[in-house]
């Protein structure tokens, strides 16, 4: 059941409708598990997601959805606290033929774990950017990785700031262990060293003693890869310290909701590198943002990479199910607020920029990639 080249996967259903879809079953719509972190260090990003995920449903559906039935959404939690819940609610729905795919955001050890549930029975598709190498059959990673995000980063940083001396802190899982192990390749490579390298569990409520560790170091930049309102608690306490007033941070995982929740006084000095901001002033972007602010309910959530990446995934499930008419391309062309092209878990066209925080507002400064 492999499909990281790009061909698609028929959904393996458990009982007595094994290996039907759901034109084929009779099902009057396509249900699709939808997986969005309510709560948590990553519970910041849900409401976005929620509605990002509404909007391209929404789209699909209009456009004759799925092979000519409604795209059905079940919306589940994917908070990293609440993971064994979420595996229960998975094997259930699976189990009894009442799910097709699963579009997901969430936590790289909250997909590791769902892909022993799921085990190739039907697509599965997670959407933010992650540490790379994903090789579980049926899983389809469309975000970016270290090699495309972090890398030409800490390159251009190390050039244009001249920073050496580099603390990298996280929480404690695989994506920020398996993106320092990158970082700290490429920090060599570019001639600087580590002074500091740290990780703590989700749910940071006091960063201050953190903060003042890596100060200890005497570090020029900081790599900040604490999820969600970890990262936010960790702001607070850096600039309440006035770290920001000499020393640089750069995150790729940092988005509005938390910059916003940051404050603007606790910001300076701060670059974030992402394939996504809702600033961005691309075509693409703009119709997105239209779109999106017309869809929903006034105010909307504030737009963001994570959510963004949701929409995305929504619209790479339904492009990949239309080509059940046994198209063997080696790409998927799909909806999104930029360009979207997935040939493998390993290969994909996406944009890649740099921005730096100007209060609460990120300012796009270039393209890397």
């Known amino acids: 059941m492999e499909a990281i080249d790009g061909s ?104 590791q774990r769902l892909n022993k549930i799921i085990a190739g029975r039907v697509p599965h598709i997670y959407t933010p950017h992650y540490e790379g190498n994903e090789h579980s059959p049926n899983v389809f990673t469309i975000g970016d990785t270290p090699d495309q995000n972090l890398v030409p980063a800490i390159r251009r940083l190390t050039d244009t700031l001249k920073v050496k001396r580099w603390a990298l802190i996280g929480n404690d899982y695989v994506w920020p262990r398996m993106s320092h192990v990158v970082a ?45 309102q970890d990262g936010v608690e960790f702001n607070r306490s850096f600039g309440a310290m006035n770290l920001d007033r000499r020393i640089f941070r750069l995150s790729t995982v940092l988005e509005e909701n938390a910059l916003l929740a940051s404050e603007s006084a606790n910001t300076k000095r701060l670059f974030v590198s992402a394939a996504y901001f809702s600033s961005l002033q691309t075509d693409q972007n703009l119709a997105f943002r239209e779109r999106y602010e017309a869809g929903l309910r006034k105010p909307p959530p504030m737009l963001n ?49 740099l921005a730096r925080a100007d209060g609460v507002q990120f300012c796009v400064t270039e393209q890397l990639a």
């Open 184 to 228: 700290k390749r490429t920090i060599a490579e570019t001639g600087g060293n580590v002074v500091f390298e740290g990780y703590v569990p989700f749910g940071l409520e006091d960063a201050s003693w953190l903060v003042e560790r890596i100060a200890k170091s005497r570090p020029d930049i900081v790599l900040v890869s604490l999820i969600g």
């Open 305 to 353: 990479s994570f959510g963004q990446s949701i929409y995305e995934g929504m619209n790479f499930y339904s492009a990949m199910m239309r080509r059940e008419d046994g198209s063997r391309r080696a790409a998927i062309d799909y909806q999104s607020a930029r360009d979207g092209r997935y040939y493998s878990n390993a290969k994909k066209d996406t944009s890649v920029y």
């Open 8 to 111: 698609v996967p028929k959904a393996r259903i458990s009982g007595p409708r094994a290996g039907l879809l759901p034109w084929e079953r009779g099902d009057e719509t396509h249900r699709v598990a939808v997986l969005v972190p309510i709560g948590g260090s990553a519970g910041i990003w849900g409401p976005s997601c929620i509605s990002c995920a509404q909007v391209a449903i929404g789209e699909i559906n209009a456009a004759d959805g799925i092979n000519g039935l409604p795209l059905e959404p079940i919306f589940l939690n994917s908070d990293a606290d609440t993971v064994h819940t979420l595996e229960r609610e998975i094997n259930e729905l699976l189990d009894n033929g009442e799910i097709s795919g699963v579009v997901g955001m969430s936590v790289s050890s909250v997909r």
